[in-house]
């Protein structure tokens, strides 16, 4: 492939991302290559910021806490690495004053890491009202969004739905940059698929833009893999075949949705947990953030022989029918 | 909807890579006539790529496994890949795998082996000077610069007036640099030029390395595309495994398996001890996550199966031959058919380099001369892509050598 990948991957990726309407894509001015998947595109977001000075003390501000791959993929490219904050201990939600007061507070021009949807670790995004405020806030400081987008389709059940935020923000005006992963939304995690964007002021601009891209990629791994992009080449350009991944996606979006439920009936009516579980089913996407400790999570291994992150993150993904009963008991057993 | 300002505006215009530019232009041109010897993949006899038969066998066999999924692959990839790759290069009986002093990490294809082992250098070895032959694969510098090397030197390698090796000037280099610089050796099938040291010149090679102390990193793109024997294309590495060289090879698997555009390769590396494999293992995979989290798995795949399995294995060994043999007999055409035309010069070169790329010795203006009027497309260093030969094309592409050749000076310099 070319080093900027599949052509036509690229371009059903961005009509996936930002709408068919959109209105960038429609003036031909939104750079793009494919890259090996979420990864990869943060990785050159991060090295394309780095070279030209684009962001404000070479500084990435990602969320506290963010996925941990984060950390290492900015540093590695040379940016200095900054947290802003986000996650609220004290009731497992957002803690949007701290964001919003972090937003204010750091030097205009500034590149923000925000989560498309799905916060990975948390599980807990902004509201719709919340990301417009968020919007409007960096517009004002004039801070670069870069979204992480690894979950569209997958959180909700409605790819639209999960890009929300995305196209909020373009129609506002900011000129983003965007990470996308198909490897949980297709399934298709060990064929490294993804796209790395950056919406521009015009054609010109873009075409500059994407020769610099190019220039990055090439001493790293030349040209993307093609079988995973020509894989969601073909089902994006089907209606039928699109159709049919919607539903697949949104089965595996909705069983998370419902291992949720069960979950958290399980510890609130069946156990009766002194607890409130409610961030259980106000969190969404593969991840949830249970608000247990270390020592807890040591004993939901040891005792119980059930394996999460040490900061109570747990894969949704992992629980099913058969096993529901006993991971709400485990985790009722070490919070009670 | 007022729009940010943009922050591009200092972004410039990067120039494109020059192969893919000429590539550009051969697709932009509309005469009937025109054939493309730039970019290196192997093409038939019709002028088209080649799907391997074996690879057409094992994919369909991988999209009927109901067994396979997509889970990711381990950040070192794919460990039947890695053995089976690993032990295709250093030979069945290397020391080395026996005594577990060698191992493989599966990385993004040639490009992203040698990226692997660049940062790895820098980062844990804390190794800064590189050397290049002169001239070497266009990405080579740029990749070692980007993993943070400033001091990136050349080493002489290809001999104007011999159109073979300067191995004298190779030698004297050699012998010239810094201990523990890392020097880049193509394993066989040299890219550009096609020259390979003979065996007792890769002997004198590995003794100057030994004494100066230099790590050599070996890039393999063609382990049996070169010469059909596979054994035979790893004579040099197996060389200083056997001298009992640390060291690292780049694996490609584009070439040998025509799988140019699902990256598959294997950074292998040999150490005189087995414990420190692991640790350099780990720091492997803490390069690795941040660049790409895992690779691909597709190519991968297709590899470890062939290459653990003795039916398919043969197969693909007759793949490679009828790639190889169909490149060999075409350097006999191209030559044959330039003596026939009388063409001024020595056209030995044709056929005693080997490979898919041949340096033709025509220079730049010769080269622009030949793209412009005979609407054939080379590098200008004069670096032919000899798979792009066909028995239809071959007296075109001879006559067209010819016409530059007799009709067109290059600066005596040259």
């Known amino acids: 492939l070319g080093i900027a990948g599949l052509p036509g991957f690229v371009s059903k990726s961005m009509e996936f991302a930002y709408g068919t309407s959109s209105k960038p894509l429609a003036e031909k001015r939104v750079a793009a290559v494919q890259t090996l998947s979420g990864t990869g595109a943060c990785r050159l977001a991060g090295e394309f910021f780095k070279r030209f000075g684009l962001a404000a003390g070479n500084a990435i501000y990602q969320p506290n806490p963010t996925w941990g791959n984060h950390i290492p993929i900015f540093r590695d490219a040379g940016m200095d690495v900054q947290q802003y904050r986000y996650y609220n201990p004290a009731n497992q939600g957002l803690d949007f004053k701290g964001m919003m007061e972090d937003l204010e507070s750091k030097p205009d021009g500034s590149a923000f890491l925000l989560h498309a949807c799905a916060h990975n670790p948390t599980g807990v995004d902004p509201s719709i009202d919340q990301w417009k405020e968020i919007s409007q806030l960096m517009k004002k400081k004039k801070h670069i969004p870069f979204f992480d987008c690894a979950y569209q389709g997958f959180a909700s059940g409605d790819a639209d739905k999960d890009a929300s935020a995305i196209r909020l923000f373009v129609d506002d005006g900011h000129l983003i940059c965007l990470s996308q992963s198909y490897a949980k939304n297709f399934g298709l995690y060990n064929d490294r698929v993804g796209a790395f964007s950056v919406v521009c002021s015009d054609p010109e601009e873009k075409e500059r833009v994407e020769s610099q891209l190019k220039i990055l990629i090439r001493p790293n791994y030349s040209n993307p893999p093609a079988q995973g992009a020509r894989i969601v080449d073909t089902i994006l350009s089907d209606d039928k075949l699109k159709a049919q991944w919607y539903a697949e996606c949104k089965s595996m979006a909705d069983r998370i949705i419902s291992m949720r439920q069960i979950l958290r009936r399980t510890l609130e009516n069946d156990l009766k947990s002194q607890r409130s579980w409610q961030h259980i089913t106000d969190q969404i996407g593969m991840f949830a953030y249970l608000g247990i400790n270390q020592e807890q999570v040591n004993k939901m291994k040891e005792v119980h022989h059930i394996y999460l992150t040490n900061d109570g993150r747990n894969s949704m993904a992992g629980v099913t029918q058969a096993n529901a009963q006993y991971i709400a008991s485990a985790i009722h057993d070490v919070t009670k | ?414």
Request: neutral net charge; glycine residues 8%.
């Open chain 2, 1 to 414: 909807m007022k729009m940010a300002t943009s922050r591009f505006v200092d972004v410039d215009l990067a120039p494109p890579v020059k192969v893919f530019a000429l590539t550009a232009r051969y697709r932009e041109d509309n005469h009937p006539n025109k054939y493309n010897l730039g970019v290196g993949a192997y093409r038939t006899d019709e002028g088209l790529p080649w799907v391997l038969p074996v690879v057409r066998t094992v994919e369909s066999q991988m999209a009927a496994d109901p067994i396979l999924n997509h889970e990711y692959l381990p950040v070192c990839g794919l460990d039947s890949f890695c053995k089976a790759a690993t032990r295709l290069v250093l030979g069945e009986e290397s020391a080395s795998i026996a005594q577990n002093k060698a191992t493989g990490v599966q990385a993004l294809s040639g490009t992203g082996a040698l990226r692997l082992g660049a940062e790895f250098f820098k980062r844990n070895l804390h190794m800064n000077v590189v050397y290049c032959s002169n001239p070497t694969w266009g990405n080579h510098k740029n990749i070692f610069r980007d993993a943070g090397f400033t001091e990136i030197r050349e080493y002489r390698y290809w001999d104007a007036n011999t159109k073979g090796l300067d191995i004298n000037g190779l030698l004297e280099d050699l012998r010239a640099a810094p201990e523990d610089s890392v020097v880049i050796l193509h394993a066989c099938a040299h890219n550009p030029t096609g020259v390979d040291p003979t065996p007792q010149q890769w002997e004198q090679i590995m003794q100057v390395m030994k004494e100066r102390r230099l790590f050599p990193f070996f890039d393999s793109a063609y382990q049996g595309f070169a010469s059909g024997d596979l054994d035979k294309d790893a004579f040099a590495v197996r060389l200083f495994d056997k001298a009992g060289f640390e060291m690292m090879v780049a694996q490609s698997f584009s070439k040998n398996f025509g799988l140019y555009n699902e990256r598959v390769g294997n950074l292998v590396v040999v150490a005189t001890e087995p414990t420190v494999l692991r640790k350099v293992r780990s720091q492997m995979e803490t390069i690795a996550r941040p660049m790409w989290s895992n690779p691909p798995n597709h190519g991968g795949r297709i590899v470890a199966t062939v290459l653990s399995n003795s039916d398919l294995f043969g197969l693909w060994k007759n793949d490679i031959k009828t790639m190889s043999g169909r490149i060999i007999e075409m350097r006999k055409l191209l030559q044959d058919k330039l003596r026939q035309q009388k063409t001024p010069g020595n056209w030995d070169h044709i056929t005693s380099q080997i490979g898919m790329f041949s340096f033709t010795g025509l220079g730049p203006k010769q080269v622009n001369h030949i793209i412009e009027k005979h609407h054939i497309y080379l590098m200008d260093n004069g670096r032919i892509n000899m798979c792009a030969v066909t028995s239809g094309n071959a007296d075109y592409i001879a006559s067209a050598i010819n016409d530059a050749v007799t009709n067109v000076m290059e600066d005596p310099k040259l």
